[in-house]
């Protein structure tokens, strides 16, 4: 059974780094394109960055682009959000979920297998 465990989330000031990982057990993420989403108070989750099965393709919201890095460890079953120069916009509950399909099937068409229990992150001004 697949289970995704998150973890790395907490409070940081604008402008720090965070990296949030995403743990999978019961499944091997090397099969998957796996992608991290988000939800902040009253608005629609939204994906922020996807990563193909073969790491060769990615996919970042537009507002991630530049400061996040997706990327994934095979051998540990894991992937990784890197989250430089954080701003108070992105403080919202990270979720990472996998899919079958490609890194725009998963990030924009939400088409999803499974999804962590998400993890807040919290950014101060």
């Known amino acids: 059974q697949l289970r995704l465990v998150e973890s790395g989330g907490g409070l940081v000031q604008a402008g720090g780094s965070l990296t949030l990982s995403c743990a999978a057990s019961?499944?091997?993420?090397?099969?998957?394109?796996v992608g991290w989403f988000r939800q902040a108070p009253g608005k629609e989750r939204e994906g922020v960055a996807c990563i193909n099965a073969g790491g060769d393709s990615t996919y970042y919201v537009d507002s991630a682009k530049g400061r996040f890095t997706i990327s994934r460890d095979n051998a540990k079953n894991t992937v990784y959000l890197q989250m430089n120069n954080l701003k108070s916009e992105d403080t919202a509950v990270y979720s990472c979920?996998?899919?079958?399909?490609?890194?725009?099937?998963?990030?924009?068409?939400?088409?999803?297998?499974?999804w962590g229990q998400g993890n807040q992150v919290t950014v101060s001004s």
């Open positions: 979920a996998v899919g079958g399909g490609n890194s725009y099937r998963l990030c924009v068409r939400n088409e999803h297998d499974g």
């Open positions: 019961g499944v091997s993420l090397g099969r998957l394109t």
